[in-house]
């Protein structure tokens, strides 16, 4: 005997033999309306997509809201969904992203590391300041770096995130990026050589600043 | 991070990139961001290490669930 499509199922079935359906007649008789139908499957799975969030995000209630956001994305976007497409790995995949998006929007801005500090060392004048007004100097730069980087374009932007805050190589980045090492460090140069526009622009726009920051000698990175 | 070295890393570490150093970890959430193969396999991995997979979520988060599915109507 064969099973009885799934349309049918959301209108002629009781409550146990839902419960006893695959995951795709439900979602299937969901998409026709049956909410019970959609019930078992936030039932059936909610605990996994909790776990899923919470794998990435560290914090339960974080991974609770994300698990229910994934739901509703999936009843938002059920006609996106196909049959001959697992359920699960569909649904698994949005959970997944939304978590990854959740913990990103809560990352705090990236602080000048080492590297960033030796970029913007590079940028401060060569003659020897206090400490005090270097410092102020290597902030100045460093947050016109970031807001140079703000303005790069995506991809130039990713790679040098990838780069010097998350100190991953060209070859991490191309995996990271699904590209070639290549055309990574394309984006590198292009990037460094828009960041570096930029703070020229920066510099002269601080020129009447009693601190502007003044090119320095040349250098280059290895 | 590749998807071979992630898959080494799930299977030796397990999924909650918790325990993961702070750098692998990043580099596994920017691998899951553009490969749905990575992400399929950290489902995989988060499946397996589920403890007592027949119980359910919190009555509440089902029915909060509901709730605001029931207002897209």
């Not at chain 1, 199922?9 to 049956?34: C, I, P, W």
């Not at chain 1, 049959?83 to 990352?107: G, H, S």
């Not at chain 2, 990139?17 to 749905?36: H, T």
Request: one cysteine or more.
């Amino acid at each position: 005997m064969t099973a009885s499509p799934a349309p049918a199922l959301a209108t002629t079935v009781d409550l146990a033999s839902k419960r006893a359906a695959r995951d795709d007649q439900l979602f299937e008789a969901s998409r026709n309306g049956d909410s019970q139908a959609f019930r078992i499957l936030v039932e059936r799975h909610g605990q996994m997509l909790q776990r899923l969030a919470w794998n990435i995000l560290r914090d339960e209630q974080e991974a609770e809201d994300v698990a229910q956001e994934a739901f509703v994305s999936a009843w938002r976007n059920r006609d996106a969904w196909r049959p001959e497409a697992k359920f699960t790995t569909w649904l698994y995949r949005i959970a997944v992203n939304k978590a990854i998006d959740r913990y990103r929007q809560r990352r705090p801005t990236p602080q000048p590391d080492d590297t960033l500090t030796r970029l913007a060392d590079a940028a401060v004048r060569p003659e020897q300041p206090t400490e005090q007004e270097a410092a102020a100097e290597r902030r100045d730069v460093s947050n016109s770096m970031r807001a140079a980087m703000e303005r790069l374009p995506e991809t130039q932007r990713r790679a040098l995130t990838l780069f010097y805050f998350d100190d991953l190589d060209v070859a991490e980045i191309a995996q990271a990026m699904v590209t070639s090492e290549q055309s990574v460090r394309a984006l590198l140069k292009r990037g460094r050589m828009a960041l570096r526009t930029r703070l020229a622009r920066s510099r002269t726009a601080c020129a009447d600043d009693p601190r502007g920051i003044r090119p320095t000698a040349g250098r280059t990175r290895p | 991070m590749t998807l071979a070295e992630f898959a080494r890393l799930l299977e030796g570490r397990g999924p909650d990139l918790r325990g993961w150093p702070d750098g692998d970890a990043r580099a596994a959430l920017d691998l899951m961001a553009a490969s749905e193969a990575a992400q399929d396999l950290f489902a995989a991995a988060t499946a397996a290490g589920l403890e007592n997979g027949g119980a359910g979520p919190d009555p509440a988060f089902v029915e909060a669930i509901l709730a605001r599915i029931a207002t897209d109507e």
